[in-house]
């Protein structure tokens, strides 16, 4: 959250065009100020103290003047919440790399644990940067594919006990890895014929949390320890 409050004294304040009325300057700074986190329009009409009707004009008028725009944010769906044109939505209130327009993009997880999953087991062994330069030299997917993206589907499949997060040392299966490099291997009680079926994934607590980077079987923060993952791992994943 610091870095979302922190701002440069240059771009404290937003020059504003001398065509807007004082009621527009005031709420167009207003939204100004809050950057990529934006303001719900209720916690506008507190702050500027404005009569409704002055504020839904002046709010409609800097609208069409392509000065603000309305976001969607995964907390308050059904709230209408609007930052300046300049700003691109925070991950806090987009959700990050996993929503498109504030929904789960359930297909598009499915698609890649499965592809993460397979590869893995074809593979028996590989890093988070091998998957990458792999998925991307074959082209499996119509859009990038971020490194965070992949590091989170393996912390998933992780805790979805499909595989283990293992160092190398060198040899065997791991002769083709620098010693020390943190990668990915099936476990052996897992199938690696058929497909994981993704009906729950909407249902997953850690696509959407903020700690997900922390977290590890035996870690501070841990499965074993949440509360979230335990309400979700009695509907655990199924497999064929």
Not at 13 to 38: A, C, F, H, M, W
Not at 43 to 71: A, C, G, Q, W, Y
Not at 89 to 103: A, L, V
């Amino acid at each position: 959250m610091n870095r979302l409050r922190e701002s440069s004294p240059q771009r404290k304040r937003q020059k504003v065009s001398p065509s807007l009325t004082n009621e527009e300057s005031i709420l167009y700074n207003l939204i100004y100020s809050k950057k990529d986190i934006g303001i719900w329009t209720g916690d506008m009409k507190r702050e500027t103290n404005l009569p409704v009707t002055v504020f839904n004009k002046t709010l409609k008028e800097l609208m069409s003047k392509s000065m603000i725009k309305e976001v969607t944010t995964i907390q308050n769906k059904g709230r209408k919440h609007y930052m300046a044109i300049e700003f691109e939505p925070s991950k806090e209130i987009t959700g990050g790399n996993w929503y498109t327009d504030g929904k789960l993009d359930t297909d598009f997880i499915a698609a890649l644990k499965d592809v993460c999953f397979k590869y893995i087991s074809k593979q028996k062994v590989s890093t988070l940067d091998g998957f990458l330069e792999w998925s991307k030299k074959n082209g499996i997917f119509n859009s990038e594919v971020t490194p965070t993206q992949v590091e989170d589907i393996m912390k998933t499949l992780v805790l979805d006990d499909a595989i283990v997060e293992v160092t190398s040392n060198g040899y065997g299966d791991f002769a083709s890895i620098p010693v020390g490099r943190v990668c990915y291997k099936c476990k052996s009680n897992v199938k690696v014929k058929g497909e994981l079926k993704y009906g729950l994934v909407p249902y997953i607590p850690c696509f959407a949390c903020p700690r997900i980077s922390f977290c590890s079987p035996d870690g501070v923060v841990s499965p074993r320890t949440c509360v979230y993952y335990d309400k979700w791992h009695v509907l655990e994943v199924i497999h064929i």
